[in-house]
T-cell receptor, first 112, second 113 residues
Framework: QQQVKQSPQSLIVQKGGISIINCAYE??????FPWYQQFPGKGPALLIA?????SEKKEGRFTISFNKSAKQFSLHIMDSQPGDSATYFC???????????FGTGTRLKVLA | NAGVTQTPKFQVLKTGQSMTLQCAQD?????MYWYRQDPGMGLRLIYY???????DKGEVPNGYNVSRLNKREFSLRLESAAPSQTSVYFC????????????FGPGTRLTVL
């Protein structure tokens, strides 16, 4: 019930291509879905987040697509760049609980 | 602003030894968190502090204790370290009044032999 399943575990994309990372959840009480980006040796940093009252959110080359009925959400990185090479984590939380459930992470490599 | 700082950056312990991981934030955030990160398992919440003076267990609290010393500082203590506690530990803080963004520190890489 509390899990967030993330796929794929690793992803290799050519420069300029689209990177897509998927997450699925079970608990319908989740109401906040952030994506974090982590570079080697650094702590995660918030990339983009969505609440379930919208189906899509776009910030620059990064887009979250949210499918409430399927209990799935995904991160799309358009025009992927070598600088996007990092590990990406999806997460879910319930307002007021202070608890975040993170996915297992996707290691993205963008080839120059 | 330094954001979230953690000390030490690296530590090697022997089984049974104790240590305290320190975390401080200068963003005046109310909430603070301790996570551990293990390969293939993502980030798992150990303990959190919703506000100064309160602490609560997360997903994996066994073998750890915490202290919210004041609004800025939140420490994590391993009383008797075990090899299973080898991990990278991250502290995070959050202003619950603003979009739920958690700010993470740079991490402490702990090895227990």
């Amino acid at each position: 019930q509390q899990q967030v399943k993330q796929s794929p575990q690793s992803l290799i994309v050519q420069k300029g291509g689209i990177s897509i990372i998927n997450c699925a959840y079970e608990n319908t009480a989740f109401d906040y879905f952030p994506w974090y980006q982590q570079f080697p040796g650094k702590g995660p940093a918030l990339l983009i987040a969505i609440r379930p009252d919208v189906s899509e959110k776009k910030e620059g080359r990064f887009t979250i697509s949210f499918n409430k009925s399927a209990k799935q959400f995904s991160l799309h990185i358009m025009d992927s760049q070598p600088g996007d090479s990092a590990t990406y984590f999806c997460a879910a939380s319930i307002e007021g609980t202070y608890k975040y459930i993170f996915g297992t992470g996707t290691r993205l490599k963008v080839l120059a | 602003n330094a954001g979230v700082t953690q000390t030490p950056k690296f530590q090697v312990l022997k089984t049974g030894q104790s240590m305290t991981l320190q975390c401080a934030q200068d963003m005046n955030h109310n909430s603070m968190y301790w996570y551990r990160q293990d390969p293939g398992m993502g980030l798992r919440l150990i303990y959190y502090s919703a506000s100064e003076g309160t602490t609560d267990k997360g997903e994996v609290p066994n073998g750890y204790n915490v202290s919210r010393l004041n609004k800025r500082e939140f420490s994590l203590r391993l009383e008797s370290a075990a090899p299973s506690q080898t991990s990278v530990y991250f502290c995070a803080s959050e202003d619950r009044a603003y979009y739920n963004e958690q700010f993470f520190g740079p991490g402490t890489r702990l090895t227990v032999l």
